[in-house]
């Protein structure tokens, strides 16, 4: 009953449903969300097994590295928190000696999502600014992180799925806070918006625009996964699988202030903007190795990332990156994108549930190094990426892709319930009270 009453309001004639705007083109794109969808449904599965190769399968990090903004809380205790770690006798032979690594440098850390209001001080600013300052002349989105630390342990990507872990509360959105109110821009002070959302970032320009669509599209793509791998129970005990309600609950209108309808539809300007640094690094792939010391799987590997890539080209026009940072202020305006997002890189190390940060780190870093490929300026076939950077870029596009997936099925879970069974929707409006971008 209590899902019935949750999904009343999707179901009502008088209000808009979860997916109205999942039509027409995609905002700061060319093609529209059919494209996009039937894109999707020809490369999905091509992407999925792609992951599953030990290039791609094993990721190097240092997950114990201190927040720099605040205090640590406390870790999450639950055992839906926990990470299996590899033993050296798991991880491929090539990717444990890096010694062997080839073509490909070591690994960098992309981090973590954003900071909160008022969570950094002025000092902790300009530390901040002071080291960004030094780093303007490369075209890194995230920190770097030595993956030679003797904390870096190699993690399992399959034996550690995201999924719902129970993190929640304050602190998880003190995280999201600090992304949303000290990261991403906000629209112009003369505006009628003191708040970022799909009305205020029409008052940006261009390129602030993209920042906020990209972080909000990664930030639903993530609380879709959440929804889609939830804890259940059945006859033999917990299983994962898909909650509607919690669905519901952070992408409904009512329960967002209409903003989550919105949301969605940047998880496909996402999903474009990295599809389009995929397909434009198509020169890196032909010349990377994809090395893990087995030579068969080397060249397999290899084939199916450049056999993937190229079918990603027959999509329509995605996302035009020349059209940004163009005119006197170009340099400011970029210089400030890098500061933001390196800043948000960074808050992944405050996020206090290990398996939230592994995949926190992954996802930004994956979006980083597509941000690297479309706006580092140079002759992409000459850009150098480390392994670590074609590793989450990989994952994370699949994430996004397995999010587009989920979205297809939660609809399908919609459109399966009759009208007649919300019948008591003008009973319960606002069930679960208003849930913000930065509350997820």
């Given amino acids: 009953m209590l899902l019935l009453l949750l999904l009343g309001v999707v179901l009502g004639g008088d209000q808009p449903s979860c997916f109205k705007h999942l039509r027409g083109k995609v905002d700061e794109c060319y093609c529209s969300v059919a494209d996009v969808d039937t894109t999707h449904k020809e490369n999905h599965e091509a992407i999925v097994q792609l992951v599953t190769r030990d290039y791609f399968r094993y990721y190097k990090v240092n997950l114990g590295k201190k927040c720099v903004f605040w205090e640590d809380i406390g870790e999450c205790t639950r055992s839906t928190c926990a990470l299996k770690t590899c033993s050296d006798k798991e991880v491929p032979a090539g990717l444990a000696d890096n010694t062997n690594r080839s073509t490909e440098p070591t690994c960098e850390e992309e981090k973590e999502l954003s900071k909160i209001n008022n969570v950094i001080s002025k000092d902790q600013k300009e530390l901040l600014l002071d080291l960004d300052s030094r780093e303007t002349n490369n075209m890194d989105f995230c920190v770097k992180e030595d993956e030679e630390s003797a904390d870096a342990e190699f993690y399992d990507l399959l034996q550690n799925p995201e999924r719902y872990t129970g993190y929640s509360g304050e602190a998880s959105h003190r995280i999201w806070r600090s992304i949303y109110q000290e990261n991403c821009f906000k629209p112009k002070k003369d505006s009628l918006f003191l708040d970022t959302n799909h009305k205020s970032i029409n008052y940006m320009c261009k390129e602030k625009r993209v920042f906020f669509r990209a972080v909000s599209g990664l930030h639903a793509s993530i609380s879709i996964h959440l929804a889609a791998k939830y804890p259940l129970e059945d006859f033999f005990g917990q299983t994962w699988g898909r909650n509607l309600a919690e669905f519901s609950r952070r992408f409904m209108p009512e329960s967002t202030g ?23 690094a198509l020169p890196i792939w032909k010349r990377l190795d994809f090395y893990s010391g087995n030579p068969d799987e080397d060249r397999e590997t290899k084939e199916q990332v450049i056999n993937t890539t190229e079918k990603f080209l027959t999509c329509p026009d995605t996302f035009d990156e020349a059209q940004l940072f163009k005119g006197p202020a170009a340099e400011e305006l970029l210089s400030d994108f890098l500061v933001h997002f390196r800043n948000i890189s960074l808050i992944m190390d405050c996020v206090t549930c290990d398996k939230c940060r592994l995949w926190g780190k992954i996802q930004i870093r994956g979006l980083g190094t597509a941000l690297k490929i479309l706006f580092s300026g140079a002759d992409v076939s000459e850009l150098e990426l480390e392994r670590g950077e074609v590793v989450t870029l990989f994952n994370a596009f699949n994430q996004l892709s397995h999010s587009l997936y989920f979205v297809r099925e939660f609809k399908h879970d919609l459109d399966s319930i009759k009208p007649d069974q919300a019948s008591e929707k003008k009973k319960k409006r606002n069930l679960f009270g208003s849930v913000k971008h930065g509350e997820l």
Avoid: D, Q
């Avoid at 919105?262 to 434009?280: D, S």
């Fill in 258 to 280: 209409g903003e989550g309808p919105h949301w969605l539809k940047n998880l496909y300007f996402v999903y474009l903007l990295e599809m389009r640094a995929i397909t434009k």
